[in-house]
């Protein structure tokens, strides 16, 4: 392809992508293909000989969009968020240009100080205490990664070296294999499986604090924890709050926790994968209180903050500066208002149904609801409402019970498809429960 091919291919494809985007709800959620459909649809081998771009794009339709879950439909509440907005897309396209690796200052400035900029940029919107920015006196400051699972497992290793050369310097004669063995880390038992993950990764044994009926770590359930584990000779060295739980966007008690932490000499890490875009807005800054306690603290502006995923590789934070610039914090904020204004008009039409009840509080865009009636009833609920195809929720277990999870997700999103969406769930209850008298 040449220079002047790319200029037409490359407009060809900003139309195509603003068409699958306007017309993006009326693609069916989710898709209806098997494991291993993909496969019989391509050759078993990649083409010995060139082909043309034709031949490549009629393959989109052909063999990529049938097997999309399409996450930026409107009519898609599952998980949480993943971010897109239309400066993102832009800014992802000339960072595909420029192309550099900025593993160092001078492997490209520009890389370095961008990202450097951007993450005060973000700390500053969060409000975060000033040991969190770099300024100009650079002793603070973040880093993007790819995930919110890479940032727990980072802060891990970080918090493991920190508490073996501590050990170390009082005590230089002991085997770093037999300090390592008695090292301990904690999360909620409402943790994102990442967390374990990380323990796994790190070579360490993991623990899960209970959390309370609100699905949130105290600081005496952590506080017991330690003593037991003390007297039995382990060493604690990390916990990871989560402010935003994955089940029900529930947030850890870090007032609490964080002294304890502190005391203790304890690396406390913060998880707010998705809730943290929500800290912009002044009223919800609040949930990030004792942040001050933290040793590290990440979110994902790729889950709500409309940067594309992901913000791996750096001079990803193009695409930050593009969606900041172009939304401005006012712009983010509407956004981020407008989704916890959807979830609370849905936990609306459920609280009003006298058949269902709401398992969570909601807090942010998050609701967490069930038929009044056994798990195995909720989950044919469930059942019926993915196999229709009309729209895609999933679920989860709080306290033994099997929930429904509607996450309003979509930049898109309003509020006729919340109303849409509650009309379809209740009809299928309606036709369940006429089957299946409680
Ligand atoms: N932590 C929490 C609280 C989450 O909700 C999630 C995903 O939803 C993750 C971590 C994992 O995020 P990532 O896919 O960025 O690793």
New binding site residues.
């Given amino acids: 392809m040449d220079t002047a091919e790319f200029r037409r291919r490359g407009k060809e494809m900003v139309d195509y992508v603003a068409d699958y985007l306007e017309n993006i709800e009326k693609r069916q959620v989710y898709p209806d293909v098997e494991p291993g459909y993909l496969r019989s649809l391509i050759p078993e081998e990649a083409p010995e000989q060139p082909e043309t771009y034709e031949d490549v794009v009629k393959d989109i339709e052909r063999v990529v969009m049938p097997g999309i879950t399409h996450w930026h439909s409107p009519y898609f509440f599952a998980?949480?968020p993943t971010a897109n907005s239309f400066p993102a897309i832009l800014a992802d396209m000339l960072s595909g240009a420029i192309g550099c690796v900025g593993f160092s200052w001078a492997a490209s400035p520009a890389c370095t100080e961008l990202e450097t900029v951007m993450l005060d940029w973000l700390g500053k919107m969060l409000n975060l205490p000033e040991e969190f920015l770099a300024g100009t006196k650079g002793k603070g400051g973040g880093v993007i990664q790819?995930?919110?699972?890479?940032a727990?497992l980072v802060a891990l290793l970080a918090a493991r070296c920190r508490m073996v050369k501590r050990i170390l310097s009082d005590d230089p004669e002991r085997p770093e294999a037999d300090i390592i063995s008695k090292l301990v880390a904690y999360s909620s038992d409402q943790?994102?499986s990442?967390?374990e993950r990380a323990g796994l990764i790190g070579g360490v044994r993991m623990r899960k604090i209970p959390s309370d009926s609100k699905f949130s770590v105290r600081g005496e359930a952590l506080r017991k924890v330690l003593e037991e584990d003390k007297a039995a000779g382990l060493i604690p060295f990390y916990f990871c709050a989560?402010l935003?739980?994955?089940p029900s966007c529930a947030f850890d008690y870090i007032t609490e926790i964080g002294p304890i932490c502190n005391t203790e000499g304890i690396w406390m890490h913060i998880?707010?994968?998705?809730a943290g875009s929500a800290f912009i807005c002044p009223e919800f800054r609040p949930l990030l209180d004792g942040v001050e306690f933290a040793d590290s603290f990440n979110f994902?502006p790729?889950?709500w903050l409309l940067v594309n995923f992901?913000c791996s590789t750096m001079f990803r934070s193009l695409k930050i500066w593009f969606v900041f610039r172009m939304y401005g914090l006012r712009g983010l904020q509407d956004h981020i208002r407008k989704h916890v204004a959807l979830a609370k008009e849905f936990e609306a039409l459920v609280r009003v149904d006298e058949r269902f009840q709401i398992s969570a509080e909601v807090v942010l865009g998050l609701v967490c609801f069930r038929l009044k009636g056994s798990n195995d009833l909720n989950e044919a609920l469930l059942k019926r409402i993915n196999s229709a195809r009309r729209i895609h929720l999933v679920p989860c277990q709080l306290s033994g019970r099997f929930v429904l999870r509607f996450a309003v997700c979509a930049r898109t999103t309003e509020s006729r498809h919340v109303q849409e969406a509650w009309a379809h769930i209740t009809q299928l209850a309606t036709e369940l429960l006429r089957q299946f008298p409680q």
């Fill in positions: 998980y949480f790819g995930t919110a699972s890479e727990t943790a994102h990442s967390v989560t935003g739980t994955t998880d707010a994968a998705y994902n790729h889950k992901d």
